[in-house]
Protein backbone atom coordinates (compact mmCIF):
# COMPACT_ATOMS: atom_id res chain seq x y z
CA UNK A 1 0.00 0.00 0.00
CA UNK A 2 1.19 3.51 -0.53
CA UNK A 3 -0.12 6.42 1.55
CA UNK A 4 0.12 10.06 0.15
CA UNK A 5 0.10 13.09 2.75
CA UNK A 6 1.27 16.56 3.65
CA UNK A 7 3.11 17.69 6.49
CA UNK A 8 1.56 19.66 8.65
CA UNK A 9 4.59 21.48 9.85
CA UNK A 10 5.07 24.22 7.53
CA UNK A 11 1.67 25.19 8.69
CA UNK A 12 2.69 25.28 12.32
CA UNK A 13 6.21 27.28 11.83
CA UNK A 14 3.91 29.86 9.89
CA UNK A 15 1.79 29.84 12.55
CA UNK A 16 4.30 30.35 15.22
CA UNK A 17 5.87 32.77 13.35
CA UNK A 18 2.87 34.78 13.54
CA UNK A 19 2.51 34.58 16.65
CA UNK A 20 6.15 35.81 17.82
CA UNK A 21 5.99 38.67 15.13
CA UNK A 22 2.66 39.94 16.47
CA UNK A 23 3.70 39.76 19.87
CA UNK A 24 6.93 41.50 19.35
CA UNK A 25 4.88 44.15 17.26
CA UNK A 26 2.55 44.70 20.61
CA UNK A 27 5.63 44.99 22.48
CA UNK A 28 7.36 47.08 20.75
CA UNK A 29 4.44 49.70 19.95
CA UNK A 30 3.66 49.60 23.73
CA UNK A 31 7.57 50.04 24.48
CA UNK A 32 7.29 53.39 21.51
CA UNK A 33 4.54 54.74 22.26
CA UNK A 34 5.02 54.97 26.11
CA UNK A 35 8.14 56.07 25.90
CA UNK A 36 7.09 59.18 23.76
CA UNK A 37 7.03 62.54 25.65
CA UNK A 38 5.52 65.70 24.74
CA UNK A 39 7.47 68.70 25.11
CA UNK A 40 6.42 71.48 27.45
CA UNK A 41 4.80 74.57 25.31
CA UNK A 42 5.38 77.89 26.23
CA UNK A 43 8.16 80.44 26.87
CA UNK A 44 11.66 79.38 28.08
CA UNK A 45 11.00 80.49 31.27
CA UNK A 46 7.90 78.22 31.56
CA UNK A 47 9.69 74.73 30.00
CA UNK A 48 12.16 75.34 32.56
CA UNK A 49 9.54 75.70 35.32
CA UNK A 50 8.11 72.43 34.06
CA UNK A 51 11.22 70.55 34.07
CA UNK A 52 11.40 71.30 37.68
CA UNK A 53 8.40 70.96 38.77
CA UNK A 54 8.60 67.08 37.03
CA UNK A 55 10.35 65.87 39.59
CA UNK A 56 7.91 66.56 41.88
CA UNK A 57 4.33 65.60 40.04
CA UNK A 58 5.92 63.55 37.89
CA UNK A 59 6.89 63.32 34.43
CA UNK A 60 4.14 64.86 32.00
CA UNK A 61 1.73 65.54 35.31
CA UNK A 62 2.68 69.39 34.89
CA UNK A 63 1.96 72.60 32.98
CA UNK A 64 3.25 76.20 34.09
CA UNK A 65 2.05 79.26 32.76
CA UNK A 66 3.55 82.60 33.92
CA UNK A 67 1.94 85.94 32.93
CA UNK A 68 3.13 89.70 34.14
CA UNK A 69 6.08 91.09 35.00
CA UNK A 70 5.82 92.81 37.99
CA UNK A 71 3.14 91.32 39.68
CA UNK A 72 3.41 87.97 38.47
CA UNK A 73 0.62 85.37 38.12
CA UNK A 74 1.79 81.64 38.16
CA UNK A 75 -0.42 79.22 37.42
CA UNK A 76 0.69 75.55 37.91
CA UNK A 77 -2.13 73.00 36.76
CA UNK A 78 -0.54 69.21 37.63
CA UNK A 79 -2.55 66.02 36.38
CA UNK A 80 -4.51 64.08 38.77
CA UNK A 81 -7.55 63.59 40.85
CA UNK A 82 -9.66 66.49 41.36
CA UNK A 83 -10.17 67.61 44.73
CA UNK A 84 -7.06 65.97 46.66
CA UNK A 85 -5.25 67.90 49.42
CA UNK A 86 -2.11 69.96 47.34
CA UNK A 87 -0.76 71.62 50.84
CA UNK A 88 2.23 69.53 50.81
CA UNK A 89 2.91 69.50 46.94
CA UNK A 90 2.04 73.73 46.95
CA UNK A 91 4.77 74.08 49.87
CA UNK A 92 6.92 72.52 47.77
CA UNK A 93 6.34 74.24 44.35
CA UNK A 94 6.39 77.65 46.16
CA UNK A 95 10.18 76.95 47.67
CA UNK A 96 11.63 75.92 43.66
CA UNK A 97 9.59 79.19 42.21
CA UNK A 98 11.29 81.30 44.89
CA UNK A 99 14.28 79.86 44.54
CA UNK A 100 14.39 80.02 40.55
CA UNK A 101 12.06 82.50 39.65
CA UNK A 102 12.52 84.66 42.64
CA UNK A 103 8.91 84.40 43.17
CA UNK A 104 7.60 86.69 46.46
CA UNK A 105 4.41 85.32 47.94
CA UNK A 106 3.61 89.03 49.14
CA UNK A 107 3.18 90.45 45.77
CA UNK A 108 3.08 87.51 43.42
CA UNK A 109 0.20 85.00 42.73
CA UNK A 110 1.08 81.10 43.01
CA UNK A 111 -2.63 79.49 41.18
CA UNK A 112 -2.43 75.65 41.61
CA UNK A 113 -4.99 73.44 40.47
CA UNK A 114 -5.08 69.76 39.49
CA UNK A 115 -7.40 67.19 37.37
CA UNK A 116 -6.76 64.54 35.20
CA UNK A 117 -5.31 65.11 31.69
CA UNK A 118 -6.39 64.06 28.48
CA UNK A 119 -4.54 61.25 27.36
CA UNK A 120 -2.78 61.06 23.98
CA UNK A 121 0.79 60.98 22.43
CA UNK A 122 1.96 64.20 22.32
CA UNK A 123 5.59 63.76 20.67
CA UNK A 124 6.76 62.54 17.66
CA UNK A 125 8.20 59.15 16.78
CA UNK A 126 11.60 59.15 15.09
CA UNK A 127 12.43 57.55 11.50
CA UNK A 128 13.79 54.39 12.76
CA UNK A 129 11.07 53.56 15.55
CA UNK A 130 8.78 54.09 12.52
CA UNK A 131 10.53 51.53 9.95
CA UNK A 132 10.55 48.94 13.03
CA UNK A 133 7.38 49.34 13.35
CA UNK A 134 6.02 49.14 9.77
CA UNK A 135 8.65 46.25 9.15
CA UNK A 136 6.62 44.51 11.62
CA UNK A 137 3.63 45.22 10.58
CA UNK A 138 4.45 44.01 7.54
CA UNK A 139 5.79 41.12 8.25
CA UNK A 140 2.63 40.28 10.45
CA UNK A 141 0.53 40.58 7.18
CA UNK A 142 2.69 38.38 5.01
CA UNK A 143 2.81 35.80 7.92
CA UNK A 144 -1.27 35.78 8.08
CA UNK A 145 -2.15 36.02 4.45
CA UNK A 146 0.64 32.90 3.86
CA UNK A 147 -1.36 31.11 6.85
CA UNK A 148 -4.79 31.94 5.46
CA UNK A 149 -3.79 30.82 1.38
CA UNK A 150 -1.50 27.73 2.39
CA UNK A 151 -3.88 24.50 0.69
CA UNK A 152 -5.03 22.56 3.99
CA UNK A 153 -3.72 19.13 4.12
CA UNK A 154 -5.71 16.93 2.41
CA UNK A 155 -6.68 13.65 3.92
CA UNK A 156 -4.49 10.58 3.83
CA UNK A 157 -5.83 8.31 1.45
CA UNK A 158 -4.63 4.69 0.83
CA UNK A 159 -4.71 3.13 -2.51
CA UNK A 160 -4.52 -0.68 -2.76
CA UNK A 161 -2.05 -1.78 -5.55
CA UNK A 162 -3.80 -4.31 -8.25
CA UNK A 163 -2.92 -7.65 -7.09
CA UNK A 164 -0.86 -9.50 -10.10
CA UNK A 165 -2.63 -11.22 -12.68
CA UNK A 166 -2.45 -15.31 -12.96
CA UNK A 167 -2.03 -16.66 -16.09
CA UNK A 168 -5.12 -18.86 -16.56
CA UNK A 169 -4.26 -22.49 -16.10
CA UNK A 170 -4.98 -24.87 -19.03
CA UNK A 171 -6.52 -28.23 -17.75
CA UNK A 172 -5.42 -31.31 -19.96
CA UNK A 173 -7.73 -33.82 -20.60
CA UNK A 174 -6.98 -36.86 -18.41
CA UNK A 175 -6.26 -40.00 -20.80
CA UNK A 176 -8.57 -43.19 -20.19
CA UNK A 177 -7.59 -46.21 -20.93
CA UNK A 178 -8.57 -47.71 -24.28
CA UNK A 179 -11.59 -50.37 -23.62
CA UNK A 180 -10.18 -53.81 -24.04
CA UNK A 181 -11.61 -55.43 -27.58
CA UNK A 182 -12.94 -58.72 -27.93
CA UNK A 183 -10.67 -60.04 -30.86
CA UNK A 184 -7.31 -59.57 -28.31
CA UNK A 185 -8.80 -61.46 -25.77
CA UNK A 186 -9.57 -64.01 -28.15
CA UNK A 187 -5.58 -63.87 -28.95
CA UNK A 188 -4.67 -63.90 -25.72
CA UNK A 189 -6.51 -66.78 -25.17
CA UNK A 190 -5.47 -68.73 -27.76
CA UNK A 191 -1.82 -67.97 -27.52
CA UNK A 192 -1.89 -69.20 -23.86
CA UNK A 193 -3.67 -72.54 -25.08
CA UNK A 194 -1.02 -72.83 -27.94
CA UNK A 195 1.51 -73.00 -25.48
CA UNK A 196 0.23 -75.16 -22.81
CA UNK A 197 -1.22 -77.68 -25.21
CA UNK A 198 0.24 -77.69 -28.75
CA UNK A 199 -1.11 -81.04 -29.94
CA UNK A 200 -4.79 -79.67 -29.53
CA UNK A 201 -4.21 -75.99 -30.58
CA UNK A 202 -2.87 -77.94 -34.28
CA UNK A 203 -5.83 -80.01 -34.34
CA UNK A 204 -7.65 -77.41 -34.34
CA UNK A 205 -6.45 -75.08 -36.64
CA UNK A 206 -6.68 -77.68 -39.01
CA UNK A 207 -10.34 -78.29 -38.06
CA UNK A 208 -10.86 -74.74 -38.52
CA UNK A 209 -9.07 -74.63 -42.18
CA UNK A 210 -11.09 -77.73 -42.95
CA UNK A 211 -14.11 -76.62 -42.57
CA UNK A 212 -13.23 -73.17 -44.32
CA UNK A 213 -12.61 -75.20 -47.86
CA UNK A 214 -15.91 -77.14 -47.55
Do not use: H
Not at 17 to 43: E, M, N, T
Not at 81 to 106: H, K, N, V, W, Y
Not at 185 to 196: G, T, V, Y
Amino acid sequence: MSAKTQSPYPRLIALAALILAAGLLSFRAYDVFGAVKSDPVGSALERELTYLLEPITGAEKVRVSVTGRVDRTVLVMIDGEMGSDLRAPRTQIESILIASLGFDPASDTLTLTQFPFARGVGGSLTALEIAELTGLGLLCAMLFASLVGAPSAPARTETTEPAPRRAPSVVQPARLPAPPTSMDADLNDAAKLAESNPNETASLVRDWLSYAEE
